[in-house]
């Protein structure tokens, strides 16, 4: 992440920082006042950490650029598993990429990050006015993921 530029203040809050998330009497206070901090803030950053070592640079920056497609996919295959039940098998589904496919593996990474597991985050996406999410040296806008 940038610094500021010179002779600018940034001020950073950072939740897995300011708030010792061990301990409820202390979480659940700060917690309730984050829905005005994401609201106040001028810019939301996501740091997802890094790609899991397995995954190359090649590979992360090329399925990167198809998130967007495949969420679109995913939304359609959801809707088709509705509509099927529990008949429903994925696995004939036009327009998925193969099994195969590298994208499913950065896909999965993504999505088993820590960030995903804090309740907070939804109010994180949904109340930040500009939101950036940082995986590894990657840096996409929330649209784009």
């Known amino acids: 992440m940038s610094h500021a530029p010179p002779g600018q203040e940034r001020i950073l809050w950072t939740d897995r920082i300011c708030i010792r998330q061990i301990d409820k009497n202390e979480e659940n206070p700060q917690v309730a006042q984050?829905?005005?901090?994401?609201?106040?803030?001028?810019?939301?950053?996501?740091?997802?950490?890094?790609?899991?070592?397995?995954l190359g640079e090649t590979d992360?920056?090329?399925n990167l650029?198809?998130?967007?497609r495949l969420l679109d996919v995913a939304d359609t295959v959801s809707g088709l598993a509705k509509n099927?039940?529990?008949?429903?098998?994925?696995?004939?589904?036009e327009g998925l990429p193969p099994a195969s496919d590298t994208i499913w593996t950065v896909f999965s990474d993504i999505v088993r990050k820590d960030w995903y597991k804090r309740i907070w985050t939804l109010q994180e996406a949904v109340l930040a006015r500009e939101?950036?999410?940082?995986?590894?040296?990657?840096?996409?806008?929330?649209?784009?993921?």
Do not use: N
Not at 34 to 54: C, F, S
Not at 65 to 68: E, F, L, Y
Not at 84 to 93: E, N, Y
């Open 131 to 145: 939101l950036t999410v940082h995986y590894g040296a990657h840096v996409l806008a929330w649209d784009d993921v």
């Open 65 to 68: 650029g198809t998130s967007r």
């Open 60 to 62: 992360v920056a090329r």
């Open 34 to 54: 984050m829905a005005d901090i994401y609201k106040k803030a001028q810019r939301v950053l996501v740091w997802l950490g890094e790609p899991a070592h397995h």
């Open 84 to 93: 099927a039940g529990p008949r429903f098998d994925p696995r004939g589904t």
